[in-house]
Nanobody
Framework: QVQLVESGGGLVQAGGSLRLSCAAS????????IDWYRQAPGKRREWVAT???????NYVDFVKGRFTTSRDNAQNTMYLQMNSLKPEDTAVYYC?????????????WGQGTQVTVSS
């Protein structure tokens, strides 16, 4: 079994920064594409960013230039650096990873971490 554990959320003032981590553990041969999502209260979960195993990144327009995703393949850990945070960035943030366990390629979700940005 594979687990994704997120950390790094919290309360920050507008304009501040947070760095989210997503650590994968368990039966892992490789981690392929990783996506970050967020879900604000009363809203649907929305995609935020993607990073491939090769390190290619893609971002939703409203975070471009503010958020950066990265990964440490040796440590099976992924990061989302969030700068210039705005109150509308308040949400629970989730990582989602395609993990190969040697037999299957499956998607796994982290438990989510709360990010609250005060004005």
């Amino acid at each position: 079994q594979v687990q994704l554990v997120e950390s790094g959320g919290g309360l920050v003032q507008a304009g501040g920064s947070l760095r989210l981590s997503c650590a994968a553990s368990g039966r892992i041969v490789s981690i392929e594409t990783i996506d970050w999502y967020r879900q604000a209260p009363g809203k649907r979960r929305e995609w935020v960013a993607t990073i491939t195993r090769a390190g290619t990144t893609n971002y939703v327009d409203f975070v471009k230039g503010r958020f950066t995703t990265s990964r440490d393949n040796a440590q099976n850990t992924m990061y989302l650096q969030m700068n210039s945070l705005k109150p509308e960035d308040t949400a629970v943030y989730y990582c989602n990873a395609d993990v190969h366990d040697g037999t299957y390629l499956k998607k796994y979700w982290g438990q989510g971490t709360q990010v609250t940005v005060s004005s």
